[in-house]
C-alpha cells in the first residue's frame, strides 16, 4: 500500500492568514500515461462527512473557494487555505487513488 | 443533488454479523464505481471495499479480506456491504462513496458500527 503522511498533525493561524498543509507519498502518484497526479484533499468538519476540495492534485472541485489550491507532483503535494476563514475550520487529508486509496492522517486546522 | 444514504449500523458481539445498506440517488448509479471507506470516532479514514459497474469486480482492504462482502444492486440503485465474523477493532461509522478512476468525490452520511461485549 502507498503510505500518505500529512504534515504538520495540527496547526492554528490567525483569521485571514495562509494555512498550508503538507502531504507526501511513499511512492510516487503520478500516472506517466496522462501526466495526472492521483492525489486528492478532503475537508471534514466536526460531524460531517469528508468532503472532496481537489483532485488531481490541484483542480478544485465545483463550488470550493478559490482560497483554497492545491499543487505539488509525484510524492510531495500541498493544500493551501490563502486566507483562512471562520468556516474553514476542520480536519484536512489528502488521499491518493493511484491504487487502493490510502489517507493521510489528517491535518487539524484551527484558529489562533 | 447526489445523495448517499446509509442503514443497517447498530450494536453486534464479536463474531457476529451485520449488513448495510446504501440507498443512491441523483445520478445514473450504473455508471460508477461505489465504495466502503470507514473511521474509527475520532481518527482518520480508511478504504475498506469497492466494487465495480456491474458488480462483478469486487476488492478489499486485507484487514477485511474473507469476513465483508460488497455487492450491489443497480435496479434499486443500492450498495450493500455484508460484514461477518466481527471484530471489536470494525467499530467505525461506515461511509458509502461515489467513486471514479478511484476518486471518491460525494460521501454519505455514515451508520455507526459498534462491535462489543
Known amino acids: 500500500d502507498i503510505v500518505m503522511t500529512q504534515s504538520p498533525d495540527s496547526l492554528a493561524v490567525s483569521l485571514g492568514e495562509r494555512a498550508t498543509i503538507n502531504c507526501k507519498s511513499s511512492q510516487s502518484v503520478l500516472y506517466s500515461s496522462n501526466n495526472q497526479n492521483y492525489l486528492a484533499w478532503y475537508q471534514q468538519k466536526s460531524g460531517q462527512s469528508p468532503k472532496l476540495l481537489i483532485y488531481?492534485?490541484?483542480t478544485r472541485q465545483s463550488g470550493v473557494p478559490d482560497r483554497f489550491s492545491g499543487g505539488g507532483s509525484g510524492t510531495d503535494f500541498t493544500l493551501t487555505i490563502s486566507s483562512l476563514q471562520a468556516e474553514d475550520v476542520a480536519v484536512y487529508y489528502c488521499?491518493?487513488?493511484?491504487?487502493?486509496?490510502?489517507f493521510g492522517q489528517g491535518t487539524k486546522v484551527e484558529i489562533k | 443533488e447526489v445523495e448517499l444514504v446509509e442503514s443497517g449500523g447498530g450494536l453486534v458481539q464479536p463474531g457476529g454479523s451485520l449488513r448495510l445498506s446504501c440507498v443512491a440517488s441523483g445520478f445514473t448509479f450504473s455508471n460508477y464505481w461505489m465504495y466502503w471507506v470507514r473511521q474509527v470516532p475520532g481518527k482518520g479514514l480508511m478504504y475498506v471495499s469497492r466494487?465495480?459497474?456491474?458488480?462483478?469486480?469486487?476488492e478489499y482492504a486485507d484487514s477485511v479480506k474473507g469476513r465483508f462482502t460488497i455487492s450491489r444492486d443497480n435496479a434499486k440503485n443500492t450498495l450493500y456491504l455484508q460484514l461477518s465474523s466481527l471484530r471489536v477493532e470494525d467499530t467505525a461509522v461506515y461511509y458509502c462513496t461515489r467513486g471514479g478512476n478511484g476518486l471518491t468525490d460525494y460521501w454519505g452520511q455514515g451508520t455507526l458500527v459498534t462491535v462489543s461485549s
Open positions: 466494487i465495480n459497474l456491474n458488480g462483478k469486480i469486487a
Open positions: 488521499q491518493q487513488y493511484f491504487n487502493s486509496p490510502t
Open positions: 488531481s492534485a490541484s
